[in-house]
């Protein structure tokens, strides 16, 4: 029964995916039929089905608490054993039986606080180290589709086979798209305000003694606390490069000729980042 129902909403939910975009791509073929260009945007990347699944399991709190309890347990029975030892005046402590009872006697308030201690942070350590790769592995995985989607929608909309309005409903489903598929490892989000398009990650975020750095009172320079890589990237990368695609769009409907680049996302930690790319048109 459970499984018929997960079927049947997976089935509606394709369902309205596809007439979600059934008004969109109604106007692509007549205009490419038109221009005799190869549609573009049948090379449109999908993000949720590849999407890794890093919401599934316990939470963040209950695995930390389940290691800190697992390591605590540990702990104590290594201490039982190092209890022992040191009244009998033999193993780590070793000396005289008399001080080792001395020692024994005082482990269990000590060793235990110091037990947890180590337990702690050992558990907080392996999180993070498991939160730096999911985070790398979601920016890895969909960080090149939202920019690819990007030159996608610029050659299609150069070879006439959408205007702009068409065009924002694909940048703006990419976007969306973009933040549903990083959403269990986002921590804040940075709306990128476009007042100027010369802010940019380089210029601002890494160089914080730059005009549009720390001394800059524009919005796009400073971030949220909290706001992690998957915010950043989002702000400087996706929600930029967004609006870099339609300024593009809006120039070639205008009859413009120029370039657009979308600028390199640098590796760090385990993202491996992604090189810059150019669209002329």
């Not at 945007?41 to 890794?52: C, D, K």
């Not at 990083?182 to 160089?207: E, F, I, M, P």
């Not at 809006?250 to 370039?259: C, D, F, L, N, R």
């Not at 979308?262 to 150019?278: E, F, N, R």
Request: glycine share 14%; hydrophobic share 40%.
């Amino acid at each position: 029964m459970e499984v018929a129902l997960i079927l049947g909403g997976v089935a509606v939910l394709y369902l309205l995916l596809e007439n979600r975009n059934a008004s969109i791509s109604a106007g692509i073929s007549s205009n490419q039929a038109a221009s005799g260009s190869p549609n573009y945007l049948s090379g449109l990347v999908n993000f949720g089905p590849g999407a890794p699944a890093f919401g599934s399991g316990p939470s963040s709190g209950q695995k930390i608490t389940q290691e800190v309890g697992a390591g605590i347990g540990a702990g104590v029975a290594t201490l039982g054993v190092l209890g022992a030892g040191s009244a009998s005046g033999i193993g780590l402590f070793g000396g005289a039986a008399a001080a080792g009872t001395a020692l024994g006697a005082a482990i269990p308030i000590i060793g235990t606080l110091a037990v947890v201690a180590i337990g702690v942070i050992s558990a907080i350590e392996k999180h993070h180290q498991e939160a730096i790769a999911n985070e790398g592995h979601a920016l890895n995985q969909n960080d090149p589709i939202a920019i690819g989607d990007f030159t996608l929608v610029v050659q299609a909309a150069k070879a006439g086979q959408i205007n702009y309005q068409t065009a924002q409903q694909y940048v703006d489903q990419i976007v969306a798209d973009w933040y549903l598929s990083v959403r269990s490892v986002q921590k804040g989000h940075w709306a990128y305000q476009g007042s100027d398009l010369n802010v940019t990650y380089a210029n601002s975020y890494a160089n914080r003694s730059g005009p549009y750095g720390s001394s800059s009172k524009n919005p796009d320079s400073h971030a949220p606390d909290p706001c992690n890589g998957a915010c950043v990237v989002g702000h400087y990368f996706i929600e930029r490069g967004a609006q870099l695609t339609l300024m593009a769009v809006q120039a070639i409907q205008a009859g413009q000729h120029g370039t657009v680049t979308y600028p390199v996302i640098p590796p760090h930690d385990a993202q491996s980042g992604l090189p810059a790319k150019t669209v002329s048109f």
